[in-house]
């Protein structure tokens, strides 16, 4: 993740005067944030591209009030969490399932990083890791976001907090359900001693 640092300022400089080859660094520099919430939040492969546009139209248009009080991508981050809200909300699709949860507290997943790893065991991580993929995308779409930006982004509580208008313990709690939410359908889904060996 980009922290607030001069770079992002000057940046922000340059695309304010007119400078198209910043706004091209921009694009390039927070097209894996962009990404990441809109593919875990926009289900139709048709209108991410469009949403994206917008994301990034949106941003162009309004970075001459960026006040540095919050990281630039975290700025960015939460117009593209509106936008994609805007977009759920127009095609009335829930931000979240409703579903009920075992209360049962399940153990947390202990990955091994062993220095040499057979073949066999690289492929069975990359099943594992597509099982993995698989139940994220069948997530709520606030839970898909959460654990996308936590475990893959790398955001703080506080980060995503700002991001989709949340008190950090609510995100928290978000991000402990979705955990708990994912567990329960992959166990559901596949044998226990096929996920977590």
Request: glycine share 2%.
């Amino acid at each position: 993740m980009s922290d607030f640092n001069s770079d992002d300022n000057d940046l922000i400089e340059r695309i304010t005067s007119g400078d198209k080859q910043a706004f091209k660094e921009f694009i390039e520099r927070y097209r894996r944030l962009i990404s990441h919430i809109v593919f875990r939040m926009v289900d139709n492969t048709a209108d991410r591209e469009d949403v994206c546009q917008e994301i990034f139209i949106k941003a162009y248009k309004n970075l001459k009030n960026f006040k540095f009080q919050s990281q630039l991508s975290t700025w960015i981050g939460k117009i593209a969490f509106n936008s994609c809200v805007n977009y759920l909300r127009k095609l009335k699709i829930p931000m979240f399932d409703d579903i009920s949860i075992e209360e049962e507290t399940f153990d947390t997943v202990q990955w091994e990083n062993e220095e040499h790893e057979s073949p066999e065991h690289e492929i069975e991580k990359r099943d594992i890791a597509n099982r993995i993929k698989s139940a994220v995308s069948r997530l709520p779409a606030n839970h898909r976001t959460i654990i996308t930006l936590y475990h893959i982004d790398e955001m703080s509580y506080a980060q995503i907090g700002e991001i989709m208008e949340l008190p950090e313990g609510t995100v928290k709690s978000y991000l402990f359900r979705a955990r708990k939410l994912l567990k329960a359908k992959l166990m559901k889904n596949y044998q226990r001693e096929d996920i977590f060996r």
